[in-house]
T-cell receptor, first 115, second 110 residues
Framework: DTAVSQTPKYLVTQMGNDKSIKCEQN?????MYWYKQDSKKFLKIMFS???????INETVPNRFSPKSPDKAHLNLHINSLELGDSAVYFC??????????????FGSGTRLTVV | KQEVTQIPAALSVPEGENLVLNCSFT??????LQWFRQDPGKGLTSLLL?????REQTSGRLNASLDKSSGRSTLYIAASQPGDSATYLC?????????FGDGTTLTVKP
């Protein structure tokens, strides 16, 4: 199946822990993103990578570090987790925005709960 | 900075009604606009994508329009069904990122 897949789907962890969320796309897209959806259901972009290079970092705490080993993968590592990090994190991919004719494909989300 | 607003925030209609969801954006320099559906606790499903050069797109009972100059898009749902109940999100796609509205939560009552 062609898709954007995220793992894990659910993640429950204690404050202070370090955790990673993985994302892979097999759509041949060059650009990948991480979005955060908070408790009020508002979706906000966190990072954008184009061909393994960071192009957007939206004032996200440096506890969050994206890593792109290749253009099909964009993982999100979070250090020293805090209660406020609890949210649903969505990975997405697209062709470079300059091509204009493609939209964004989203993964199914990772629900992170920090206790 | 792009800002996207969706009105209304919530809408409840009886089954069978036609309805319109609104999306407005502040920066008309967009590549395309995308409408998504999100069911409770689920991910995002892309419904329609309108290119900046297009005026509308149709898929089944859904019709999305785009007026780039006025910064507006509408999603028209014909003959609504209970299965249409979900949150509908408008995403304006520009240079490097997609900016989302806060969504309209639709409830269609049987």
């Amino acid at each position: 199946d062609t898709a954007v897949s995220q793992t894990p789907k659910y993640l429950v962890t204690q404050m202070g822990n370090d955790k990673s969320i993985k994302c892979e796309q097999n759509l041949g897209h060059d650009t990948m993103y991480w979005y955060k959806q908070d408790s009020k259901k508002f979706l906000k972009i966190m990072f954008s990578y184009n061909n393994k290079e960071l192009i957007i970092n939206e004032t996200v705490p440096n506890r969050f570090s994206p890593k792109s080993p290749d253009k099909a993968h964009l993982n999100l590592h979070i250090n020293s987790l805090e209660l406020g990090d609890s949210a649903v994190y969505f990975c997405a991919s697209s062709h470079p925005p300059g091509q204009g004719i493609y939209g964004y494909t989203f993964g199914s989300g990772t629900r992170l709960t920090v206790v | 900075k792009q800002e996207v607003t969706q009105i209304p925030a919530a809408l409840s209609v009886p089954e069978g009604e036609n309805l319109v969801l609104n999306c407005s954006f502040t920066d008309s320099a967009i590549y395309n606009l995308q409408w998504f559906r999100q069911d409770p606790g689920k991910g995002l499903t892309s419904l329609l994508l309108i290119q900046s050069s297009q005026r509308e797109q149709t898929s089944g009972r859904l019709n999305a329009s785009l007026d780039k100059s006025s910064g507006r898009s509408t999603l028209y749902i014909a003959a609504s069904q209970p299965g249409d109940s979900a949150t509908y999100l408008c995403a304006v796609n520009g240079a490097g990122k997609s900016t989302f509205g806060d969504g309209t939560t639709l409830t269609v009552k049987p």
